[in-house]
């Protein structure tokens, strides 16, 4: 993968070659854009976790649009002038401070605890649960995928509009992308054993107790992803750059370039 992500940097020499890495809650995207970052030379890393809008946006948008859009998460939940605005930085060649989101507060972190990308980064590792991912046809939405779209979408309200946001803004983000890199699962249902394993890990590392989320708030909250994520490793697969299936316990089993 180094290699084929460096000869593509050599193809955009005037300005940073950026590569979408896309994977399930859990399946190791952050991990593998901090080892890729450790190897090639100035990379910067930006996730699309730390693109959130903050907890008072979000609010704004519970209250005009759909209670739902109050978790972070969906697309619809994110600020992507913020992160144009980081990459048309880059393509400057600026030291330009990368935004990051603090889980535990549910909110911003304050710009000054933000870290700096080099100047004249040669590649940006722009990691997310959906980064990538196409909006889904109308007809596919008029059928609830579970208990919460069920319930507490039962006219679509919310569906309709993080996919009007796929088709729309998150799609001018997505486009900056050179280099398209899929973790794939297995399937959705390792998704919550993933996800969990992230909030055990939390609870070892000394994260406050409210920060942490029971299996059942797990459950829940991962509902808000499984429609787009069962869009994307039913499409994705075919047009990604590489993909890298993975077994349910994350081990690679291939690396291809469909």
């Known amino acids: 993968m180094i290699a084929a992500i460096q000869a593509a940097a050599q193809q955009r020499p005037d300005r940073p070659l950026v590569v979408g890495i896309c994977g399930a809650q859990g399946s190791g995207k ?20 730390d693109l959130y809008l903050t907890r008072a946006e979000r609010e704004r948008l519970a ?5 739902l859009l109050r978790t972070r998460g969906a697309p619809g939940t994110h600020d992507i002038d913020l992160g144009l605005s980081v990459m048309a ?3 400057r060649g600026a030291t330009v401070h990368l935004p990051r989101f603090d889980k535990a507060t549910d909110d911003r972190r304050p710009e000054s605890s933000w ?10 590792l ?12 109308d007809e596919a939405l008029v059928q609830p995928v579970n208990t919460l779209e069920r319930q507490e979408d039962r006219d679509g309200v919310w569906r309709r509009y993080v996919n009007a946001m796929l ?20 399937g959705w249902n390792v998704v919550y054993d993933w996800r969990l394993e992230q909030e055990e890990a939390l609870r070892h590392s000394g994260a406050p107790g409210d920060a942490i989320m029971t299996a059942a708030e797990v459950g829940r909250f991962i509902s808000h992803y499984e429609r787009v994520t069962r869009h994307i490793l039913a499409e994705m697969p075919q047009r990604a750059d590489i993909v890298m299936a993975l077994d349910a316990h994350r081990h690679c089993l291939s690396i291809d370039r469909p």
């Open 126 to 137: 722009f990691e997310g649960w959906c980064v990538g991912a196409r909006p889904q046809d």
């Open 89 to 91: 930085a880059l393509d």
């Open 30 to 49: 952050s991990t593998l854009a901090a080892r890729l970052a450790q190897r090639l030379d100035r990379a910067a890393t930006l996730s699309l976790d």
């Open 167 to 186: 088709a729309g803004p998150y799609r001018a983000l997505f486009e900056r992308i050179d280099l398209l890199v899929l973790l794939a699962a297995p």
């Open 63 to 67: 209250r005009d649009v759909h209670p």
């Open 115 to 124: 870290p700096t990308a080099p100047a004249n980064a040669g590649v940006l």
